[in-house]
Structures are given as structure tokens and as C-alpha cells.
């Protein structure tokens, strides 16, 4: 339950999603992976495989939040974390 009011009140209780970031204790979006993950979305939405879209950000220098090299598997989960 208290898990459940820190997210209802977006303050952090675990890892930093994508498109997030954290001031004051609290999560606010990142602007520029909120872009990322826009771009995703679009890509995803014109039927482009997950791999490909790591594909592309990796080739347009875009890492993920831990500065790692995207594959197939983080972008899935990042869609259905930002779903």
C-alpha cells in the first residue's frame, strides 16, 4: 500500500524509470527521453520491430539511461513500462 501512494504521488521508490528523472525526491518527466520514448512509440506504432528500433538508436548515438547500447529486449521493456 505504501508502494502504491509513493507512485500515485510520483515520488521515487525504486529505479528511475525512462522519461523520468528525479528533483526534490519526486519523479518529473525528462524531456528528452520523454522524446525517446515518443519516437519509440511512433516506430512501433508504423510496425517496426523492436530490434530494429534499438537499431536505430543506437546508430543515431541515443543511449539508454544507463548510457548502455540498446537491444530488442530493452526496448520492449521500456514499452511496457512506459504503457
Do not use: C, H
Not at 524509470?17 to 526534490?24: T, W
Amino acid at each position: 500500500m505504501a508502494l502504491a501512494r509513493k507512485k500515485e504521488r510520483r515520488e521515487v521508490y525504486g529505479e528511475v524509470p525512462y522519461g523520468y528523472a528525479v528533483v526534490d525526491g519526486a519523479l518529473v518527466p525528462d524531456q528528452d527521453e520523454q522524446d525517446i520514448l515518443r519516437r519509440i512509440r511512433l516506430l512501433r506504432a508504423d510496425g517496426t520491430s523492436y530490434q530494429k528500433i534499438a537499431d536505430s538508436l543506437n546508430s543515431t548515438g541515443v543511449s539508454t539511461k544507463k548510457g548502455a547500447t540498446w537491444d530488442r529486449v530493452r526496448v520492449f521493456k521500456i514499452m511496457q513500462k512506459a504503457a
